[in-house]
């Protein structure tokens, strides 16, 4: 059968997340990181609250607003991923995958308005400075929750590699983008209370806006792509081919479609036999091609229709 060609990254993430028990390891890893997301919101909310009525820093108070937005997108989190975690039914067929990529868009929505706030702040503090004192609180808070953050990052990507969640990723997205923020405000709070440079504090605080409207950006567009149905990526299509190429009776592939919702991806392909196949032994092929492609994508819904050989469709769209 020849040599197996190496298997993308991406397919190994995505075979480790097998579905086999509704109630799995993966259900329960995705449960984990929703109530360790929203637990660390809510820490960092009631330690930024007290942090900035003892400084006045319009930089910590980006930092408590990206906070309290964190904890609303973990909360849309928290109920997405238990709602895509129900199983297909008899009004969602294609089970309910979709509510993961809905919240990261929710998610991109309150962190862009979160960065659209910080930006007029910010303006306001460049025309009206204001001293900041008990820098070092701040310091010591932001140091706080620089640790934190950075835990549930690191807890969040294990999550992604084994589960290859939409929702999981797109927090992920925007917590590892809060480790830039907390260095910054740890910036912008040394220059403003050690070193008397109080254009520090708002200048910090609009390259955070900026930086939070980049990652709302990036987590909308991979809300997208899935939410309209993209294509895996090609490294992942070109598996499927080689997979289903692999079987000796199998002349080749073509109309082969694929999508991705939640954790669950659906493959649709046409084989190409020997024409000369009863309709047996073509069905007994295309149920060994599905088994071996279960094998390698073992969330995958596959749909094979055979062809005979040379009666493929005009039109292909492989």
Not at 123 to 137: E, Q
Not at 280 to 305: C, M, S
Request: net charge negative.
């Amino acid at each position: 059968m020849g040599d197996m060609p190496p298997v993308p990254e991406s397919i190994q993430a995505a075979s480790a997340a097998s579905p086999s028990g509704p109630e799995s390891e993966t259900a329960s890893l995705l449960r984990r990181a929703t109530l360790a997301s929203v637990a660390v919101a809510f820490t960092l909310i009631c330690i930024k609250v007290a942090a900035y009525f003892a400084t006045g820093s319009v930089a910590l108070l980006s930092s408590l607003v990206d906070s309290l937005l964190d904890s609303l997108a973990s909360l849309i989190n928290f109920f997405a991923v238990r709602h895509a975690l129900v199983p297909a039914d008899r009004e969602h067929r294609f089970g309910h995958g979709k509510a993961e990529p809905l919240a990261g868009l929710g998610q991109a929505a309150f962190i862009a308005g979160s960065a659209v706030f910080l930006v007029f702040e910010s303006i306001n503090r460049l025309i009206n400075p204001v001293t900041i004192s008990h820098g070092h609180i701040g310091i010591a808070v932001m140091l706080v929750s620089l640790a934190l953050t950075l835990l549930l990052v690191l807890y969040q990507r294990h999550v992604v590699r084994r589960t290859q969640s939409m929702a999981i990723k797109a927090d992920s997205l925007h917590y590892a983008s809060d480790i830039v923020l907390n260095l910054s405000v740890i910036l912008a709070l040394v220059l403003s209370s050690q070193f008397k440079l109080p254009s520090a504090d708002p200048l910090i605080a609009l390259a955070i806006a900026g930086y939070i409207i980049w990652s709302a950006a990036q987590i909308a567009i991979l809300s997208l792509h899935q939410l309209m149905d993209r294509e895996l990526p090609d490294a992942d299509r070109a598996h499927i081919i080689a997979v289903c190429r692999r079987h000796p009776e199998v002349l080749d592939v073509h109309e082969l479609r694929t999508r991705a919702s939640g954790m669950d991806i659906f493959i649709q392909l046409h084989l190409e036999l020997d024409g000369n196949l009863s309709l047996l032994q073509a069905h007994r092929v295309a149920d060994d091609v599905e088994q071996e492609l279960h094998r390698e994508f073992p969330n995958a819904d596959v749909i094979i229709h055979e062809d005979p050989a040379g009666q493929e469709l005009d039109i292909r769209h492989d």
